[in-house]
């Protein structure tokens, strides 16, 4: 199970909003003599945070402002460490403060007053008041930029969603960015597996990966030159041809954290652009540091994150099939948009054999029955765009999914636990890891417009966003136009 450390929230007001500010619930006015106040808070009680009754204003630029906090007790403790990785309520602005009397750093954002999140030992937290002064503060440059491929890299932030439009990995070579041929090729079982797994309709569900204990998706972290370089331990499947040349250490976030799951799945882009991917990931008591280790049972070097086959080609891998943790991932903004532009991560209860893009051999959880689709197999709705762009039934993130499974098509690369049957199809979403690592707000929140619903887990700070469970769109007949495609589609052969 993913834990998380007690947290502890500080909100300040801004000096130039003190005149809306006023005391919380329970919470005391703020003193005319102090230019900022600080008040201890609890992460399990949001209500107790202090906010101000201003009207929210948007701010020009990226307007920041430093200060030194004072007056703070830790019953005995000299200082705490905030992390800035948890979600922060309305989307206020996360300060990283080190210790006592230290400068600190931090965004203001729409409102009047910042937030602060710190991991406390114990978590008895009081505090007084801070001094705040504005000073001009640069916004920090992108981490990192890797090299462009032919589409163009756009700038990769942590924790924040890259562009609607653009997809990792080379657009003319990598399979997750090869359209489908209009009359592809069918392969030899596709009807008869088709059958099985459509035989009651879909009976999988839509929806986020949310961060905490049940996440098993595939956060994503950017490294620069500057993050801390730590050592890399294989425990399992090691000094084996998927490590590609494994480099002994790699750069990675301080924040970064692997996914909560018990899979803890983790990649980590580096500055040259080469993405390292970790499955079975240990997670830090604390932020990462130089010299420090991160150890996992299986670790590769996949490639270029924008220029790579987004496949590891020998195995095993981080994943079942060898697909690189970056791929085809449903990604909320592009659910937003109507529009994804590559192929499809797809999950099923079991598979049988391999075939490419799956690396030679890659073997998981088989079908008891004995019937199923390959690793590495090819799923192609046979739907054109335009006809589910027509269906009124359907709602924007719907025809997104529905209209890239007709393009792209999607990769079955990974599996559950096996079973009698495919059971229906899977996609995994990205991973809510790398946005509460890094304060950002989940960036599902935005398709509740779309008729997706919210479902608290694991406590007040993760939310899951639902999409539909099972998901059976209106007018879609999953088993008349689902089918299996030959390996040779996935080669561009046919």
Known sequence: ??????????ALCVLAALAGCGG?????????????????????????????????SAPSGTPSYTGVVSGIGLSGTSGFTANCGHVNFG?????????????????????????????????????????????????????????????????????????AGWAPYSCTTSPWNLHVSSSPRYATNSSAVIATEFGSGNTQPV?????????????????????????LHCTAYCN??????????MHIPAQARPAGGSDAHMAVIQ???????????????????SGATVTAQAIANCGNFVTGSGFTPTGPAATAGGACLGAGLLRAN?????????????????????????????????CTSGGGPPLGGRLWYDVPDATTAANTNLKPWEKAILNAL????????????????????AFLAESGEAPWAFGQTDPFSSLVSQGWSTIPVGGALDMRYLGASPWQPGNVNFAAHLHWLDPCSAHATC
């Open 240 to 249: 084996t041809a998927d490590n590609g040349g494994l480099p002994a250490s």
């Open 91 to 163: 989307g206020y602005g996360c300060i990283p403060v080190t210790t006592t009397n230290a400068t600190i750093v931090g965004s203001i954002a729409v409102g009047a007053y910042f937030e602060v999140w710190g991991t406390v030992v114990p978590p008895n937290v009081t505090a007084t008041y801070v001094v705040f002064s504005p000073t001009p503060f640069p916004s920090p440059s992108p981490s990192p930029t890797p090299v462009a491929g032919c589409a163009g890299a756009p700038a990769l932030v942590n924790g924040v969603e890259y562009a």
């Open 334 to 366: 592009e659910l937003a948009s109507g529009s994804i532009g590559h192929a499809l991560f797809l999950i099923a209860q079991c598979a049988v054999g391999w075939q490419y893009p799956a690396f030679p051999n890659a073997s998981t959880n088989g």
């Open 24 to 56: 919380g619930a329970g919470l005391p006015a703020l003193p005319q003599s102090a230019g900022v106040a600080v008040l201890g808070g609890n992460a399990a009680q949001p209500s107790s945070l202090l906010k101000s009754n201003a009207a929210p």
């Open 271 to 289: 500055p040259d652009g080469t993405e390292i991917d970790l499955w079975a990931t240990n997670s830090p008591s604390s932020n990462w540091t």
């Open 406 to 425: 007709h393009d792209y098509g999607g990769y079955l690369e990974d599996d559950v636990s096996g079973g009698a049957s495919v059971s229906g199809i």
């Open 207 to 231: 929806r986020s990966e949310e961060a905490g204990p049940y996440d098993y998706g595939h956060p994503v972290y950017y490294a620069s030159a500057s993050d801390p370089l730590v050592n």
């Open 1 to 10: 199970m993913f834990l998380r450390s007690p947290y502890f929230a500080l």
